[in-house]
């Protein structure tokens, strides 16, 4: 790589990914990838796979399947054998169990820094739709991370809480706390849908009322129905008193078109739930704080000219996660699907992920993200079976104006007379007086809060009267965030190739790749509507600033009026290879 100032040379992106074509515009990103030829490495061919969630026909032979997918099945809808390591004196569970526990919102960690014996603990990872946090859940989940965890809140990149630290032995007091106090971990991790994003700003405007509401109602849709999370955590008392809509009901129970697992404790997602992790995000026309084009289906809430909700854009096919030096496995962004009235919004969600269960590679978990089947299938064919599952065609693409990237960070209107606050936390790490300072806010006002899909915090509802004494409190605790006009760059940091920061949608994204050893990918734009991709490998920590400081002088001085650093690198390297 090199670089010079005043127009001399700039060397950009390398790597494989640099030598694809990709596309410039909102939606998928031309790649390269197998078709009916199996990945290296990928067993069965991804043509031959298909679900075998329904049942096999008599003249279909039995394919090949990942050790998860016999885990889940013989689980009992992920009771078994979970039911039994968690009563046994060891402070760890079997591989079995450690699968299944992940559907009920924890994963089994030790620290690998401690040599010899393995140090087992748990994270435990709640599931709010939106990210809206009730003050009651927020005061639990303060307390829970002082007594069973490591004294941290972590605000994770999907609107939740994640707390660590907490022992077996502790496991079942603390999820029986959470959801005794409005709270739940069911389904915010393992093979099923994760957490539902919304923008998480509390305007009282339909638009953003109507896009939470839908985000809560898909979540409802796609929660699992079994019972195993009450038997095992609350001794099958079913905690949560509100209703579900009845709308919801109705959509989750209806087998008009052959969705459904009949007489199954799980009508939806049958005996062995979906390929992988499954991820939606929906927001209002033109505000992508929820980076609408990563998810596996994104939703846009499509107003009429009175600013009336009347239905949806529907993208799907979005997705972070890779593999290391695995050239067939990539960040994906989504693509347009269709149109649908808001009437239909749970049926057409409901038959974009049935045919996900159906269709889904269930015999490499590399390739058993949806953004694979699509990308295999094309958008055209995906969209023909989805339709046999929604009863309906799906109507063109409503017009949407430019995605803009927001932060909600600082004082801002609600809209109701009250006011909001976005507090900056770095790192989505909640520790320190900055913990007990917020703490002691929420406690005082009353205030329930929102977590943002960028790891911060939203104190809602906030009187008028209450922002002297707030913001004093605040900036005490170094919260107080100040807003200028000042050029900025997106920057996200992730230490493996998961993509759960959605490094790959960032102008400047970091992604581990070994001991204190970073890749780094260029070229994300700052409305998150465009693909970054990989610039340097295995570049050391102790190097970053000598390999940033050449890139940052480059756009400062060639760059045209307003432009951007993302779009900089990006009119740059296609002056070199396109």
Known sequence: MSAAVGGAEFHGFRGAASRLPRSRMLGRPLRVAPHAASPSGGGASAASIRAVSAPLKKDETEVKRSKVEFIKEKSNFLRYPLNEELVTDAPNINEDAVQLIKFHGSYQQYDREVRGQKNYSFMLRTKNACGKVPNQLYLAMDTLADEFGIGTLRLTTRQTFQLHGVLKKNLKTVLSTVIKNMGSTLGACGDLNRNVLAPAAPYVRKDVLFAQQTAENIAALLTPQSGAYYDLWVDGEKIMSAEE??????????????????????????????????????????????????NDIGVVVVSDDAGEPVGFNI?????????????????????????????????????????????????????????????????????????????????????????????????????????????????GRVGGQAKKTLREIIEKYNLDVSITPNQNLILCGIDQAWREPITTALAQAGLLVGIKDHESIVVRVTGCPNGCARPYMAEVGFVGDGPKSYQIWLGGTPNQSTLAETFMNKVKLDDIEKVLEPLFSYWNNARQEGESFGSFTNRMVSGFYW
């Open 245 to 294: 809509p009845p709308e919801v009901t109705q959509a989750r129970n209806d087998n008009s078109h052959g969705t459904n697992f009949s007489d199954s404790p799980e009508p939806i997602y049958g005996t062995q739930y979906l390929p992988r992790k499954f991820k939606i995000a929906v927001t209002t026309a033109g505000d992508n704080s929820v980076d609408i084009l990563t």
């Open 315 to 427: 993208y799907v096919g979005g997705g972070m996660g890779r593999t290391h030096r695995v050239e067939t496995t990539f960040p994906r962004l989504a693509d347009p699907l269709g149109y649908v009235p808001k009437e239909d919004i749970l049926y057409a969600i409901k038959a974009i992920v049935v045919t996900q269960r159906e269709n889904g590679r269930r015999d490499d978990r590399k390739y058993s993200r949806m953004k694979y089947l699509i990308d295999r299938w094309g958008i055209d064919k995906f969209r023909t079976e989805v339709e046999k599952y929604y009863g309906k065609k799906f109507e063109s693409f409503r017009p949407l104006p430019e995605w803009q990237f927001n932060s909600y960070l600082g004082w801002q209107e609600q809209g109701d007379g009250k006011l909001f606050y976005g507090v900056h936390v770095d790192n």
